[in-house]
């Protein structure tokens, strides 16, 4: 007996379009970190991706906007992120998942971050990505050179 995913299970409670978008997050995570051209031809044109404790401060719009973010998050300093899906919701045109997240800094610092995704697909693509996490409890962990260069980054890359 295998184990099923929160993917899997959601899948099976899921009916017509809220399974299909199921498929759609699963891919997404599946190339989140390692994949990028397959995650930007996950996303709409206009697709909006937000970092909600950051607000508007590191808003990215569109799949070259959000391949940037990415790119200044994830390679500024940082050995690698592992994230680990526990539960996926799906209706209609929304998909919720929550992680954890494992950051491992070039400088040492380690640490894991609880996140809660909604997602809102449009026509096939994803239209709409934000992450809540709790802002103090990455700052525990996250080295404060890396979040003040990252955050400058952001600012300057016109996302």
Not at 12 to 33: H, W
Not at 53 to 60: E, R, V
Not at 85 to 93: G, L, W
Not at 99 to 112: A, I, L, M, Y
Request: one cysteine or more.
């Amino acid at each position: 007996m295998t184990d099923k995913t929160p993917f899997d299970i959601a899948k099976e409670s899921a009916a017509g379009l809220a399974r299909e978008n199921v498929a759609l997050i699963e891919c997404f995570f599946e190339a989140l970190g390692h994949d990028m051209e397959t995650l930007r031809s996950l996303f709409t044109p206009d697709a909006l991706y937000r970092d909600e404790p950051k607000k508007h401060a590191w808003d990215a719009i569109g799949p070259e906007g959000i391949a940037k973010k990415l790119g200044i998050l994830a390679w500024v300093g940082v050995s690698g992120v592992r994230a680990d899906v526990k539960t996926v919701v799906a209706q209609d045109h929304c998909v919720m998942t929550e992680r954890d997240e494992e950051w491992r800094f070039e400088t040492g610092e380690v640490g894991t971050i609880g996140i809660t995704t909604v997602h809102k697909i449009t026509d096939g693509k994803i239209s709409y990505w934000n992450d809540y996490y709790d802002i103090e409890t990455a700052r525990e962990f996250l080295p404060a050179a890396w979040l003040k260069e990252v955050d400058e980054l952001l600012k300057q890359a016109e996302l």
